[in-house]
């Protein structure tokens, strides 16, 4: 026999339970029936958009990243960290990162990326969709501070490592290297204006990408700063309306980070400003290398047009050993070049289209020779700023050969082989050859790159547009050169 109380507690669980369960059938939760499109009177405090939604997440960022080419055949895992959004009442924003698992090392994110999940599981992929949620969350912007508070969200939580700007100050190692001397007086925060349909939004966005630049006695994180004008509409839409980039250095860490082969871990990535070719009027160029433990792999040039695209150009004398796969960067090296509309019509442009080709080699350091006194040797010249002391000559092998212990036989024979390499690369090497046919020019010449020492033989056609064909590349020999440890 239950006591009265008693029965007036049971009561009252059992009604509860009836009203739970008839809330949830109406809305669908827990059941077959789901909210095709979520509606302000219906989602209200609804338990499931407060929870779940991380393994929907986790099945639309595995179909995005099984369409990534560059990731066929790479292992990696997905890791899904969930955001949370005060704007957002009918959406769960979660971070995906998917990563390479190697052994003993942390490597980079090979993607991150925003998804949404909506109430009803519907996923978003942010930016490309963030104007299909704004218009489900039934939003009304109707003050400048209510656009502010959208414009944000769409800056930090569909864009990774992103945030918009107040002041020059905000951009990590400002007054390091170039960003000094960068006109960037011109940032300031975001200014709003009200018309008639909505707001116009012109700001300034700073998006760190991961990766290091080094320049002069400096390094800074790498990234990418930003100028741009939005339209906002009344229910939070955003259109673009002009977008100008300030800051592009971290656009090739991008085109690193995006291309790498299989099996390679960065634990970083570092580019260095270089000097940029005259022929090359509207691009920035960056030697790009690999961080792996406590080396420094070289990966080659990146060109970074004013317009923001990236391309890699090839390292001609890495193209078996670079980190990357290399099959198509000569054709990136064409696109530029026919970015650019150069018409070739004489030896002299001819062979200025070459020398922009043969300098795109990052670290290598390839030379067009027209003598064997431009080899120069590194065995004796660590140190030695003369350059005549260390071009190569007979004279810079008899001083290596004086510089052996006479103990150490194998060094006494460097001496020797050293004169034999000499006579034959003195009789072999010649300045630059051109020939004009219909469709271009055909150049004969010699190189011979610092990294490795390698003295290679080419033949290669300059196209009329200025695209590059080799026809020929082989190697006759070896003088010194420096070596990767």
Known sequence: MISKRAAIFLLALAMIGLITYFYAEKRGIGGSTGILLPRKEHLENISSCIGGGREIAEERAKALLSKDIYLKD??????VERKYIPLFKYHIIYLVNAEEKVPYMKCLPLRDFFIAVGC??????????????????????????????VLKTYINFSLYGARILNSTSEIPGINCG???????????????????????????????VGGIVLEKDCRRPAGIAEELTVRME????????ARKLVINEGIAVEKIRKMRKPYLCFNNITVMKRYTPTLLKNYTLYSAYGVLGMQLLPIGAVAVSNDGKA?????????????????????????????????????EK?????????????LSRMRILYNISDIRGFGLCIGIWDEKMCNFSLDYCRRLEESCSSSDKGCQN??????????????????????ADENGYIIHFFTWAELGGSVDEWTVKVGRDGTISVLKKESVGEVDGYFLV
């Open 74 to 79: 790479i292992k990696y895992e997905i890791y």
């Open 311 to 347: 391309f890699l150009l090839p390292d001609i004398n890495l193209n078996n050993t670079s980190p990357l796969n290399l099959t198509s960067l000569l054709n990136e090296f064409n696109y530029i070049i026919k970015r650019e509309n150069i018409t070739v019509n004489s030896n």
């Open 350 to 362: 001819a062979l200025e289209v070459l020398k922009t080709y043969i300098n795109s080699s990052s």
């Open 234 to 241: 009344k229910d939070g839409e955003i259109s673009v309306l």
């Open 414 to 435: 460097k001496g020797e082989r050293c004169r034999e390499t000499y006579k034959k690369l003195r009789d072999l090497i010649r300045p630059p050859e051109i020939r």
């Open 178 to 208: 170039r960003h000094a001397e960068v006109e960037l007086n011109r940032i300031r925060p975001p200014e709003v204006k009200h018309e008639e349909e909505g707001y116009l939004i012109h700001f300034f966005l700073w998006r760190k």
């Open 120 to 149: 009803d599981n519907e996923t978003f992929l942010l930016p490309d969709e963030f104007n299909y949620i704004i218009k489900r969350e039934n939003i009304t912007v109707n003050s400048n501070e209510k656009a502010l508070e």
